[in-house]
């Protein structure tokens, strides 16, 4: 073999392994180019995801406030009925102790009534038995006049007593009067 045939043999072999090494570099290259591209895939979707989740976190975060506000303005207006009910309750029993409080006085001076009725039914009932003490007391004392002999010293005290002359035919009289006459005030039930 001659110099130009070693020479091409041996530029050859040496172009192959340039041509490899070309190859081998581009493909080196498109190996890091589609790395470098893969990475920046990865990248701009991890930030995607991240920026998603942060928007989900954020409407989760607004969800539940909007719901604990739903909560607190539920347990508000409960609060706000319970105690509308209990005004009204403790309004219904002022009422009513109001109206059992005036019922009270209203029985107290109609009690009142009958007591003073019954007092001046007393009084004028006193006043008729007091007479009728008086008419026996005068009917038996001029018996008792009648009958004493005179000069007697027991009857004595008789003797000076203003009394009527009449008081016999009084007493009869009150006799056969009825019990009618005595004062029963309205309230109470009239015997019969």
């Known amino acids: 073999m001659s110099d130009h045939d070693s020479n ?6 040496s172009s192959a392994i340039r041509v490899a090494a070309d190859k081998v570099a581009a493909i080196v290259e ?30 989760r975060v607004q969800a539940a406030e909007a719901e604990a506000a739903e909560i607190v303005a539920a347990a508000q207006a409960q609060a706000g009925a319970a105690r509308a009910r209990a005004r009204e309750e403790a309004r219904l029993i002022v009422r009513d102790a109001r109206e ?37 007391h005068a009917a038996l004392s001029s ?16 003797l000076h007593d203003a009394r009527p002359k009449t008081a016999p035919d009084a007493r009869r009289e009150r006799a056969r009067t009825s019990d009618d006459e005595l004062d029963v005030p309205d309230f109470l039930p009239r015997q019969g």
């Open 100 to 136: 059992a409080a005036a019922q009270v006085l209203r029985d107290g001076h109609e009690l009142s009534g009958n007591l003073r009725d019954l007092g001046a039914s007393l009084q004028r009932n006193a006043g008729l038995l007091l007479g009728d003490v008086k008419l026996a």
């Open 8 to 13: 091409q043999a041996s530029a050859s072999p």
């Open 143 to 158: 018996e008792l006049d009648h009958t004493a002999p005179p000069g007697a010293a027991w009857a004595e005290p008789f």
């Open 30 to 59: 498109a190996a890091e180019t589609a790395a470098a591209d893969l990475r920046d895939l990865t990248e701009r979707r991890a930030r995607e995801r991240i920026a998603e989740a942060d928007r989900a976190g954020v409407l």
